[in-house]
């Protein structure tokens, strides 16, 4: 499945893309929002919703503080999104967790827009991330060179339910065995948001060619 990444300014707009798109999944940034009216209108699209609020160090568009991502989680959680996802990292991370279940599915993600980590390092981070019971763990780093996609793709093998996959130019094609072996994954409707983010339709052309 593909998750679509939808970047809009309030949600009438977001519902725009989301009615405009083909996506199994829709990933609202609502660290992009700049409005949080008319939340009822996402009614619909509840079962295939993730919901981001993603922090300023892990890639969050907009500067928010702790306090008030809990209270949009919250908010937004009463229209019970499939998924939501809350940073390893985050000081809020249990919180959140508290607050989604068991109405929406957990994931639990990390990001390093830097590097790549040793696959010792990768390994932990998976197992910090397992000890919280998610549902799904994602892990996103870094490509510097093309063997970094290898030790991300080398993860699949100690985990079920997991994410991985590398950003950058030299880390499309663990975006390509991201979209084979993850329960999802994602890609652009309109404008990228990480680099090296594919689109839908070049996502599911390369899946095309590779025969599903």
């Known amino acids: 499945m593909i998750a679509g990444v939808v970047v809009a300014k309030s949600i009438k707009e977001a519902v725009r893309k989301m009615n405009s798109s083909d996506a199994d999944l829709y990933e609202l940034r609502v660290d992009a929002l700049e409005d949080y009216s008319d939340i009822d209108i996402l009614r619909p699209f509840s079962s295939k919703l993730i919901i981001t609020i993603r922090s300023k160090d892990e890639g969050g568009i907009r500067e928010l503080g702790d306090e008030e991502r809990l209270s949009l ?95 950058g130019q030299k880390g499309k094609i663990s975006r390509v065995f991201s979209a084979i072996f993850s329960p999802f994954t994602y890609a652009s409707i309109d404008e990228s948001v990480a680099p090296g983010q594919m689109s839908i339709y070049e996502l599911r052309e390369i899946l095309r060619i590779l025969g599903g």
């Open 73 to 167: 989680f919250e908010k937004f959680l009463e229209i019970e999104p499939a998924y939501i996802d809350i940073e390893l990292k985050s000081r809020i991370l249990e919180d959140v967790i508290e607050l989604a279940r068991p109405s929406s599915k957990i994931v639990i993600s990390y990001h390093d827009f830097s590097r790549t980590p040793t696959f010792e390092d990768l390994l932990s981070i998976l197992h910090s991330a397992e000890d919280h019971e998610p549902d799904i763990v994602k892990i996103v780093t870094y490509a510097r060179t093309p063997w970094d996609n290898l030790r991300v793709i080398k993860l699949y093998e100690h985990a079920n339910n997991l994410i991985a996959f590398c950003m």
